[in-house]
């Protein structure tokens, strides 16, 4: 049940850090999803490590989604670091 828990928090905290970091992501929906479920993952094992809480337990903790989203945003913004600049210097 953990590892599900996580992306279904992963998947909202991808919605949530879209939202807080507006734009246009180079890979689109789907990849912000995917970065939301890594996010959420990273943040649920930052929570495990830094808050001590436990995956499963900690499903409606504030900790545990702040974590998640944290994590969220910071992969995304990551992401568009790492491949915005491919995606804007196009020639017609």
Excluded: C, E, Q
Excluded at 18 to 27: E, F, I, Q, S, Y
Excluded at 41 to 54: C, E, N, S, Y
Aim: hydrophobic letters at 55%; glycine letters at 18%.
């Amino acid at each position: 049940m953990g590892i599900i828990a996580w992306i279904l928090i992963g998947l909202l905290a991808g919605l949530i850090a879209k939202a807080l970091v507006p734009g246009k992501d180079p890979g689109g929906i789907i990849i912000t999803m995917l970065i939301g479920i890594a996010g959420g993952l990273l943040g649920g094992w930052l929570g495990k490590v830094i808050f001590g809480v436990d995956s499963i337990d900690g499903f409606f903790d504030l900790s545990t989604w702040i974590a998640a989203i944290a994590g969220s945003v910071i992969l995304l913004v990551l992401y568009r670091m790492v491949t915005g600049n491919r995606h804007s210097h196009r020639h017609a």
